[in-house]
């Protein structure tokens, strides 16, 4: 893509997460950080997801799931339609969103990892190579507005 996702001008992480999620044409993001209990914390996340999806995703354990395998894995990971995914990269808990097409991003603070920023769609998706650039420099970006995360 031609532009970066210029989020420097956002105060609220709500309208930092709908910029990203605009951005790429998804229809819902989230963000988490690392905390000191080495879990991956939610910091934000679009309107829209059920509860028993936000009870599941407020915190999640580095290797489990689409973000947990991000951040051990500091590599994107994606799913054309996470309904259907048989890779295991995908809980099963994930097909509660009623999303089909998502990736997540590692969120790198240098060389370190200190969360993920993922996007989702309710139809099938494959990411591009330039949309999966895009998604990594907004997380460099957000890393900047935490400089209290735990890196891993």
């Known amino acids: 893509m031609s532009d970066a996702i210029d989020i420097t001008s956002l105060a609220a992480e709500a309208d930092v997460i709908a910029a990203i999620v605009r951005r790429?044409?998804?229809?819902?993001?989230?963000?988490?950080?690392?905390?000191?209990?080495?879990?991956?914390?939610?910091?934000?996340?679009?309107?829209?997801?059920?509860?028993?999806?936000?009870?599941?995703?407020?915190?999640?354990?580095?290797?489990?799931?689409?973000?947990?395998?991000?951040?051990?894995?500091?590599?994107?990971?994606?799913?054309?339609?996470?309904?259907?995914?048989?890779?295991g990269d995908v809980r099963p808990g994930a097909r509660a969103t009623a999303l089909?097409?998502?990736?997540?991003?590692?969120?790198?603070?240098?060389?370190?990892?200190?969360?993920?920023?993922?996007?989702?769609?309710?139809?099938?998706r494959v990411f591009t190579q330039a949309e999966t650039d895009d998604l990594l420099a907004a997380g460099r970006a957000l890393a900047a507005r935490y400089p209290q995360a735990v890196a891993i």
């Not at 996340?45 to 995703?57: D, Q």
């Not at 097409?101 to 060389?111: K, L, N, Q, S």
């Open 100 to 124: 089909s097409g998502a990736i997540v991003v590692p969120i790198f603070r240098g060389d370190a990892v200190i969360g993920t920023l993922g996007v989702g769609n309710r139809s099938e």
């Open 24 to 87: 790429l044409k998804a229809d819902s993001g989230t963000i988490h950080l690392v905390g000191t209990d080495g879990l991956l914390h939610l910091q934000a996340a679009t309107p829209g997801f059920p509860e028993v999806v936000m009870s599941t995703i407020r915190t999640i354990p580095v290797g489990k799931g689409m973000a947990g395998l991000a951040a051990q894995r500091r590599l994107p990971v994606d799913a054309c339609n996470i309904q259907t995914d048989t890779s």
